[in-house]
Each structure stands twice: as C-alpha cells, then as structure tokens.
C-alpha cells in the first residue's frame, strides 16, 4: 500500500528550440508609424502660399534710421514728463507675422491703435505689462530707485492708468511722426486704446509686419513698447525705406535744409537794370564814331528790365533817391518770364 502513494515526478518537457529574432527594417517602422515618415510631396501653387510658415525678412534700412531718431527724442520728452532719469534704447527692428506677433504679447498689456492720414491706414503700439506699471507708478510720485512695481493679478486696468499711458502713447506717436518727416511728411492720431489683441487687429493673422521693440529703464523700473507697422502700411514708403542713406534719393535733410536757407539769404546777386537793346551789324558798330546817336525806340515813360545774367526778373521804373539814380519795382520778383 505504501507503493502504491509513492510521489511521482513528472516528466520533463521537450527541449524547445530556440527561435531566431526577426530584423526590423526601415519598411517595418514606416509601416509602423502609418508611413509616417515617409517624404510628402511638395505643396505647390496657392496651397504652397498659405501654408507657408516662412516670413520674408525684408530689411528696411531707413527704417532703422527713423527709429534711431525715435530713441533721442523720446528720451528727451520722458524725462520732462516724469522728471526721472530716463534710457530708452532701441532693441530690434524685425519683421513677422501679424497674429503671431500679437500673440506674443504678455498680458495684461495695452493696444494703441493709431492711424496715418497720409497714409490712409492703420498701427499698432503696444506697451507691455513692466512698462505700463512702471509709467503709472512714475506719474503718480513713486519714490525713485525702487524695485520693479508688483501688478496685481486679474485686475483689469483703471481709467487713471489708461489716461496716464496715453500720454506716452501720444508722445511715442508724435516722436514717430517727427522721425519721419525726412523721409514722408505724416500726420499720426491715437484713435483708441484696447486690452485685448482681438479689438486692435488692424491687419490679417498672415500679414507680413515691421516690428520696433523699444526698451525704456526708469531708474531700476521699465520694460517694453512696439510699434507694429504692416508693410500695407509702409507701402507707399516702402521704397524710401529701402534706401540706406538719408540723402541717398531722398532730397530732404530739415538741417541741410536750414543751413543752405541761410547761406542763400547772404548770397550777393548782381542786378542789370535794361532800357532797351538792340542789335546791329558787326559792320555799322565798327563804323561808330564819337557824336553818332543810336535810336533806341523806347519812350521816357518806358520800364526797365531787371536782369541776372541772362534771366530776366522783373520790371523797375527809372528814378532818383537822394542824389543817386535808383529804380522802383513794377512786380515781383520771378512773375515775369524771360
């Protein structure tokens, strides 16, 4: 009975061959990965266009200039508007899109839509959080060399605040204006000022944008304002701000200008004053002897002619002032033609 319960060992399994691990090509992963990897071709025509992520970088020089100009002046009219030593610097003059750039902004910011009558179009500024903080707390009689001033989250921005970065608005504008008056005389109005970008889209999300980051440091306090330009804009500048000289096509220097004004007013002229003239044979003036008359044709009443050179200014009648013969203009200057 004792044999009869004896444990019993199982048997042992067959050996089980080992199986060779299948290589993994290229083929395999893309299939994988629902040819995920494999080259797409090529969007081409209107397609291409729009689904172009690539912004045309077109340097503007001039514009460059005219931002230059912006951060001297700009200095200049901050300091007598807070009184506080103030440093404006010029980042960058980049270009992008108009929906991304307006993306980027950091809110809670302000949008000051403004519009160029000349141009019969439209930009933007923007004046970042920092900065924005930074003006109030100047404006109001914040202590000077103090930490940057703490915003408080979600709180929308007071009428004081909005009136008080207006002003600033209002000068970097009138700045910009004054900046580009050699190369287009404009005219820049602030229309309104938004808090949200969706309120101050002056252009397409696809627009190709000029953009001028300006950095303003107020005595440990500051931060950022850009002015966003659309080349829609600058279009009927466009080809002045390709230029990279100021006088290079463009003509108009206001200080050249002034200083040739002044040096022309002190130009000595020589005026001729003509009775009459005329012609004669080389043979009959050879002929002329002392006592011989030359009749003229002109009656005493008759004007002279004042000459310079051989441009004809105007007409004089013959007279007489104290002792000296002088002469008295009949028009003015440059209204008769030769």
């Given at each position: 009975m004792t044999d009869a319960f004896a444990e019993i060992d199982p048997p042992e399994p067959p050996p089980?061959?080992?199986?060779?691990?299948?290589?993994?090509d290229q083929?395999?992963?893309?299939?994988?990965?629902?040819?995920?990897?494999?080259?797409?071709?090529?969007?081409?025509g209107v397609r291409a266009l729009v689904e172009s992520t690539v912004v045309n970088q077109e340097r503007l020089p001039m514009l460059e200039?005219?931002?230059?100009?912006?951060?001297?002046?700009?200095?200049?009219n901050m300091r007598h508007l807070t009184t506080d030593a103030i440093d404006v610097s010029l980042e960058e003059v980049s270009s992008g899109r108009f929906g991304e750039l307006?993306?980027?902004?950091?809110?809670?910011?302000?949008?000051g839509v403004f519009r160029i009558d000349e141009w019969d179009n439209y930009g933007v500024i923007v004046v970042e959080p920092n900065l924005i903080y930074s003006?109030?707390?100047?404006?109001?009689?914040?202590?000077?060399?103090?930490?940057?001033?703490?915003?408080?989250e979600g709180r929308a921005f007071?009428?004081?605040?909005?009136?008080?970065?207006?002003?600033?608005?209002?000068?970097?504008?009138?700045?910009?204006?004054?900046?580009?008056?050699?190369?287009?005389?404009?005219?820049?109005?602030?229309?309104?000022?938004?808090?949200?970008?969706?309120?101050?889209?002056i252009a397409g999300p696809s627009n190709v944008t000029a953009t001028c980051a300006f950095r303003v440091e107020m005595e440990g306090r500051g931060g950022k304002f850009l002015i966003f330009l659309p080349h829609t804009t600058l279009e009927p500048v466009k080809d002045k701000l390709f230029q990279r000289f100021m006088g290079e096509k463009l003509g108009r220097d206001t200080l050249w200008e002034a200083h040739m004004e002044r040096e022309l007013r002190k130009t000595e002229?020589?005026?001729?004053?003509?009775?009459?003239?005329?012609?004669?044979?080389?043979?009959?003036v050879r002929a002329l002897a002392v006592g011989d008359t030359l009749p003229l044709g002109v009656g005493a009443d008759t004007p002279l002619a004042l000459y310079h050179g051989k441009v004809r200014l105007g007409l004089a009648q013959l007279g007489q002032r104290n002792v000296a013969i002088a002469v008295r203009l009949l028009n003015d200057i440059g209204t008769i033609t030769p």
């Open positions: 089980v061959a080992p199986q060779e691990t299948a290589a993994i083929s395999d992963i893309d299939a994988l990965f629902d040819d995920i990897g494999a080259p797409q071709p090529a969007s081409s200039v005219v931002c230059d100009r912006v951060v001297r002046s700009f200095a200049t307006m993306n980027r902004v950091a809110l809670p910011a302000m949008f003006i109030v707390d100047a404006l109001l009689g914040g202590r000077t060399g103090g930490s940057q001033p703490q915003r408080v007071t009428t004081i605040e909005t009136a008080l970065v207006a002003r600033m608005m209002e000068r970097a504008l009138a700045d910009l204006a004054a900046a580009f008056e050699p190369v287009a005389p404009i005219n820049i109005a602030l229309e309104r000022i938004e808090i949200s970008p969706r309120f101050a889209s002229i020589r005026l001729d004053a003509v009775l009459a003239s005329r012609e004669f044979p080389l043979g009959t």
